[in-house]
């Protein structure tokens, strides 16, 4: 039997909750699911930059491990594109590092080191949904 998978460090919520093939006609049951911990893959190495090395460290998981989740996320992606359907960013085995929050009223993202101050520091308002609870419910 092979060992429980880890939890994967996310350091930042995903600013999307997928993308859509536009000019193909939707069809509910065309979409491919991206893990979360997939997305950070892709936005570590290709968007940030980062070796393979500093990526692991970054998410707290093996290089190799690195390696098999970014070659899944790629292939993933290349089959949305060429096939024409829509990714959708959920589910996969992650935890955040902080506490993330969404302000309904400003529609801004960010994170709070202590939670006893649950306010948006973009416009004051206390009208936040947490995103750790939000995405831990949609795994």
């Known amino acids: 039997m092979p060992r429980q998978k880890r939890s994967r460090l996310i ?11 536009t000019g193909i006609p939707k069809r509910s049951s065309e979409k491919i699911s991206l893990f979360f911990e997939e997305y950070e ?3 570590l190495l ?10 692991s ?17 790629r292939r993933k992606v290349a ?3 060429n096939e024409g359907k829509d990714l959708i960013v959920r589910g996969g085995k992650f935890h955040f590092d902080d506490s993330w929050f969404h302000c309904n009223s400003c529609n801004a993202n960010f994170s709070i080191k202590d939670d006893s101050e649950k306010k948006c520091p ?4 206390t009208d936040l949904i947490s995103l ?4 831990s419910a949609s795994v």
């Open 41 to 43: 893959t892709i936005r």
């Open 57 to 73: 460290t970054h998410m707290q998981i093996s290089r190799p491990t690195v390696t098999r989740v970014y070659e899944s996320a």
């Open 79 to 81: 089959k949305a594109m």
């Open 122 to 125: 973009v416009c004051g308002s």
């Open 11 to 21: 350091l930042t919520p995903p600013s999307i909750q997928g993308m859509t093939a």
């Open 46 to 55: 290709d968007y940030q930059g980062l070796t393979q090395e500093q990526a």
């Open 132 to 135: 750790n609870e939000f995405y």
